[in-house]
């Protein structure tokens, strides 16, 4: 038995049984990792922390490079943050050290978390372990590929506008996009705050429902926290879906989309209706104007969370360059030119048009108002449908180079994923299927705010009645 293939939950049963030790399982799991990380570029750096006693669930788990781990290096996967130590642990670290929990390393990432290919981290990209050539999507592409490597048990990532459920449609895996405020955001490095939401990176559905289990709540460092009931998701996995009402979004069905990857969705959809599901066709009629949306929203905020980055708090300081300019400039200009990449450049740079005198109201307040029409579309569809389905992307991995200098052809690998994070409500990619390329094809499913437990029934029903979530990356 490959014990860095099992899913957490599986271990759980084994370690609960006497058959296996949590620490034969770090011991597998951190050797795999090791071994191929020069493979898979998966894991920036690994963490050498000493592991709890306690908690039920002493499996290993990696992080993006952007949550907080107290005295680690966190960086974003950016040269503009070197050498930062987090003084404090993400609300989500807390809660994994809890639970137990065994943290090895950082993922790598699309530099903050700008971009769908994990190509702009400063470090190199990680890479898809179904195919080395391609990539394994973004933001949270490392860990996307290190879940499905066998390189960690599971992940956590973040998902500003596809960053969770992308890359877990290119890499074979389940990933979750909670409804914003679900999780706490306190220890995130942020892009846009009033879109990214932590999530989980797992082998299957059931993965999925333990680890939202423990790391869902309200937390009053994060105002943004939703103070709700937390149910236990694994609850929810019943299979029973009959009289279940979906939704199919005829905007999501486009021109463009390649063959293969409607063919899977459409073979889920069928699969869904024959286990007892309604299937209703609906309309989502402001989607069209989602890609141009998030990017005005999202690049402002990028743009102002990112200024604090300017070599004098953080990471990264620059010489001096002596150009007769006042120093403290000269050393804002210099850090902030030398620190960031292209894509981190160009997305401050938007971000800082659409804010600027005269352009406010024309873009920045403009893209308000469609967002929520956006949300009000969804809030519609739910009172008809209980789920909507839909591609997770509009093709699967795409080869490494293929899309870096086309930046509008990158945007659009995420032109399903963006209108969940807009409207703020819970989105799940699982696979559903491979291409002629033995690439894996990803099926979305969305739900109401807070409904993650309908979401997560339906995901587990169709998981379930298929294979997809038993084959692992032959890396």
């Known amino acids: 038995m490959k014990l860095y293939d099992q899913t957490a939950q599986k271990l759980k049963e084994l370690i609960a049984s006497g058959d296996i030790s949590p620490q034969a399982i770090q011991q597998a799991v951190e050797e795999r990792a090791r071994a191929i990380n020069p493979r898979t570029n998966a894991f920036l750096r690994f963490y050498d922390l000493p592991c ?11 992080l993006k490079d952007n949550l907080s781990v107290k005295n680690q290096l966190v960086g974003c996967a950016s040269r503009i943050l070197e050498g930062y130590r987090a003084p404090y642990d993400a609300h989500v670290v807390e809660r994994l050290l ?4 065994i943290l090895q390393g950082a993922l790598n990432m699309d530099e903050f978390a700008f971009g769908s290919s994990t190509e702009t981290s400063a470090f190199g990209s990680a890479r898809n372990p179904w195919d080395t050539e391609r990539v394994p999507g973004g933001s949270s592409g490392g860990s996307a590929a290190a879940v499905a490597a066998g390189q960690t048990i599971w992940a956590l990532g973040s998902d500003t506008g596809g960053s969770i459920r992308q890359p877990a449609s290119f890499c074979g895996i389940v990933g979750l ?18 879109l990214d939401q932590i999530g989980p990176l797992t082998k299957d559905v ?14 009053p460092k994060d105002s943004t926290s939703a103070n709700c009931p937390v149910p236990d998701y694994t609850q929810a996995l019943t299979r029973e879906i009959k009289g279940l009402r979906i939704g199919i979004p005829r905007e999501y069905f486009i021109d463009g989309i390649q063959p293969e990857v409607l063919n899977a969705v459409q073979s889920a959809v069928k699969l869904l209706e024959k286990a007892g599901a309604q299937v209703k066709d609906i ?14 929203l999202a690049t ?10 300017d070599g004098v708090k953080y990471g990264r300081r620059a010489q001096s360059r002596s150009s007769g300019r006042p120093a403290i400039i000269d050393l804002y200009e210099t850090t902030r030119e030398q620190g960031f ?22 873009f920045y307040l403009r893209a308000q108002k469609v967002r929520t029409l956006i949300k009000k579309d969804f809030e519609q569809a739910f009172n008809e449908v209980d789920v909507i389905v839909s591609p997770t992307a509009p093709t699967t ?14 945007y659009l690998s995420d032109i399903f994923t963006i209108p969940a994070n807009l409207a703020g409500i819970p989105a799940i990619s699982l696979p559903c299927g491979f291409d002629s390329n033995q690439m894996p094809v990803g099926l979305q499913m969305m739900a109401s705010p807070f409904a993650e437990e309908t979401l997560l029934r339906t995901a587990f029903a169709y998981e379930q009645a298929t294979p997809w979530h038993t084959e692992r990356a032959r890396l």
């Open 177 to 194: 996009k909670p409804t914003y405020g679900r999780i706490s955001r306190y220890g995130l490095v942020a892009f846009g705050s009033s």
């Open 98 to 101: 809890e639970s137990g929990a």
């Open 283 to 296: 309309s989502l009629a402001h989607t069209k104007y989602a890609v141009a949306t998030y990017y005005i």
């Open 206 to 219: 059931t993965d999925s429902a333990l680890l939202l289990n423990i790391i869902s709540g309200f937390d």
């Open 397 to 410: 991995a795409f080869r490494l180079g293929e899309k870096i200098n086309d930046p509008l052809s990158m």
């Open 341 to 362: 990449g292209d894509e981190a450049k160009r997305r401050i740079m938007l971000g800082t048009y659409v804010l600027s005198s005269g352009y406010y109201d024309a």
């Open 300 to 309: 402002a905020e990028a743009s102002s969370n990112l200024a604090r980055f």
């Open 52 to 62: 709890t006693q306690h908690g039920s669930f002493r499996l290993p788990i990696g």
